[in-house]
């Protein structure tokens, strides 16, 4: 009988030290980050080791690029050169009339315009002008009229002519531009037309009561 | 029944001595017999620590070329511009740079640990990023590109002929002239983690020719 009661109260006692032990090490381990993270070191081995290193870059991948939807950041810088020798804005080349007519009167806020483009292009003849014209209006090339200097006189396309000219002008009859649309004025029209005519084909005929 | 109680008072002062122990001993034991300082602090649990198994797995692919004990824990695709940077708690070591250009992901170790990632772009076609183990040559820390006339902040010079790592604008679709870029505050991060002679790992692209 005794020792039965001796057995009883050893198996009592594992029983006991074995729950002690494990409540004592559960509030040590929430208590303590430092054994949590060694016991979760451990721990995570075993757990997390069936991952490749591959599969974990290639969660957080965005992907591989996809092919032809490249644009470029950057562009490379323009020589300096290029940019003195071929200045970026070139205006169109003057029709004829332009050239008989002059450059179009420019504001005095407008920069002067580029002489040396137009010398080659409307250099022939010199054409005069009346003496009526005064000089700096237009039919005139000279710069535009911010100083008190008096701009140099007319010259067809901005060629400065010699002062002689205005007082030997012989008698040149004025051609006035033919009033000719431009390419873009005939597209409006035409895109006019064409919006009235779907307007009116559109139009809901009216019911007759 | 005395006897269980008694036994169960001392399993818990002994296992309560024992974790005290624990948390006592290694910190002093080392201050003061090794006269090192103070131990870093506990590496962040935004890690995952990789077993030996998956290690091997790693380096016979050729995924990693040396011993890496953890990765950062990314929990979803990063974006374009998207990083993650967590160095608390790693250790002194060298660094060391893993870039992936199929992936577009930049890896940043400090030692075995790894201690940030990136999104990056690199080199379209006609210009490609070269691949090899490079280091890094140079720094500039607010660096203008007098070829393309453009800022290129926190950059870490590659190559002899301007292949750098350095701040960019991370987008879908973008491509560089052959330079690693990365987002701005993990360009400036990197900046001050690296310095001369690093090695940067590239891989995923064409060879590096080498003269």
Same mark, same amino acid.
């Given at each position: 009988?005794?020792?039965?009661?001796?057995? @009883?109260?050893?198996?009592?006692?594992?029983?006991? +030290?074995?729950?002690?032990?494990?409540?004592?090490?559960?509030?040590?381990?929430?208590?303590?980050?430092?054994?949590?993270?060694?016991?979760g070191?451990?721990?995570?081995?075993?757990?997390?080791?069936?991952?490749?290193?591959?599969?974990?870059?290639?969660?957080?991948?965005?992907?591989?690029?996809?092919?032809?939807?490249?644009?470029?950041l950057?562009?490379?810088?323009?020589?300096?050169?290029?940019?003195?020798?071929?200045p970026?804005?070139?205006?169109?080349?003057?029709?004829?009339?332009?050239?008989?007519?002059?450059?179009?009167?420019?504001?005095?806020?407008?920069?002067?315009?580029?002489?040396?483009?137009?010398?080659?292009?409307?250099?022939?003849?010199?054409?005069?002008?009346?003496?009526?014209?005064?000089?700096?209006?237009?039919?005139?090339?000279?710069?535009?009229?911010?100083?008190?200097?008096?701009?140099?006189?007319?010259?067809?396309?901005?060629?400065?002519?010699?002062? @002689?000219?205005?007082?030997?002008?012989?008698?040149?009859?004025?051609?006035?531009?033919?009033? +000719?649309?431009?390419?873009?004025?005939w597209?409006?029209?035409?895109?006019?037309?064409?919006? @009235?005519?779907?307007?009116?084909?559109?139009?809901?005929?009216?019911?007759e009561? | 029944?005395?006897?269980?109680?008694?036994?169960?008072?001392?399993?818990?002062?002994a296992?309560?001595?024992?974790?005290?122990?624990?948390?006592?001993?290694?910190?002093?034991?080392?201050?003061?017999?090794?006269r090192?300082?103070?131990?870093?602090?506990?590496?962040?649990?935004?890690?995952?620590?990789?077993?030996?198994?998956?290690?091997?797995?790693?380096?016979?692919?050729?995924?990693?070329?040396r011993?890496?004990?953890?990765?950062?824990?990314?929990?979803?695709?990063?974006?374009?511009?998207?990083?993650?940077?967590?160095?608390?708690?790693?250790?002194?070591?060298?660094?060391?740079?893993?870039?992936?250009?199929?992936?577009?992901?930049?890896?940043?170790?400090?030692?075995?640990?790894?201690?940030?990632?990136?999104?990056?772009?690199?080199?379209?076609?006609?210009?490609?990023?070269?691949?090899?183990?490079?280091?890094?040559l140079?720094?500039?820390?607010?660096?203008?590109?007098?070829?393309?006339?453009?800022?290129?902040?926190?950059?870490?010079?590659?190559?002899?002929?301007?292949?750098?790592?350095?701040?960019?604008?991370?987008?879908?679709?973008?491509?560089?002239h052959?330079?690693?870029?990365?987002?701005?505050?993990?360009?400036?991060?990197?900046?001050?983690?690296?310095?001369?002679?690093?090695?940067?790992?590239?891989?995923?692209?064409?060879?590096?020719?080498?003269?």
């Open positions: 009988m005794t020792a039965l009661r001796w057995k @009883i109260a050893r198996r009592d006692g594992i029983a006991a +030290v074995g729950l002690g032990t494990a409540a004592a090490l559960s509030v040590a381990t929430l208590s303590s980050p430092r054994l949590a993270h060694a016991l070191e451990g721990l995570s081995e075993s757990v997390q080791g069936v991952k490749t290193v591959a599969a974990m870059l290639a969660e957080r991948s965005p992907g591989a690029r996809p092919e032809g939807a490249l644009a470029s950057k562009h490379k810088r323009q020589a300096a050169l290029h940019e003195r020798a071929l970026k804005v070139r205006g169109p080349s003057p029709t004829e009339y332009e050239a008989l007519a002059g450059p179009p009167p420019s504001s005095p806020l407008a920069p002067p315009p580029q002489a040396p483009l137009y010398t080659t292009l409307a250099g022939g003849p010199p054409v005069p002008v009346p003496t009526t014209v005064p000089p700096g209006t237009p039919g005139g090339g000279g710069p535009p009229v911010l100083s008190d200097i008096p701009p140099p006189g007319g010259g067809g396309g901005g060629f400065a002519p010699p002062p @002689i000219i205005t007082t030997a002008a012989p008698e040149v009859p004025q051609t006035p531009a033919t009033p +000719v649309p431009e390419p873009a004025t597209a409006m029209m035409i895109l006019g037309f064409a919006l @009235i005519g779907r307007t009116l084909r559109r139009r809901p005929v009216a019911i009561t | 029944m005395r006897g269980g109680v008694i036994a169960l008072s001392a399993s818990v002062l296992a309560g001595a024992a974790a005290l122990a624990f948390n006592m001993w290694k910190p002093e034991a080392q201050a003061a017999v090794a090192t300082p103070a131990p870093a602090p506990v590496i962040g649990r935004n890690r995952v620590f990789l077993s030996k198994a998956q290690l091997a797995q790693a380096i016979a692919t050729g995924t990693l070329d011993p890496v004990k953890s990765m950062l824990a990314v929990k979803e695709p990063l974006q374009f511009g998207d990083y993650s940077w967590d160095d608390r708690g790693v250790p002194a070591g060298p660094t060391w740079i893993r870039v992936d250009l199929k992936s577009q992901l930049m890896s940043v170790f400090r030692g075995p640990h790894e201690i940030g990632t990136a999104v990056i772009v690199y080199g379209g076609d006609n210009k490609q990023t070269p691949s090899g183990k490079l280091h890094v140079g720094k500039a820390r607010d660096h203008r590109s007098s070829l393309y006339d453009a800022q290129m902040p926190f950059t870490l010079r590659l190559t002899d002929d301007g292949v750098s790592i350095h701040a960019s604008t991370v987008r879908w679709g973008a491509a560089t052959g330079c690693i870029g990365v987002p701005l505050p993990f360009a400036e991060r990197l900046f001050a983690a690296s310095k001369i002679g690093d090695e940067v790992v590239i891989v995923g692209g064409l060879a590096r020719k080498t003269a």
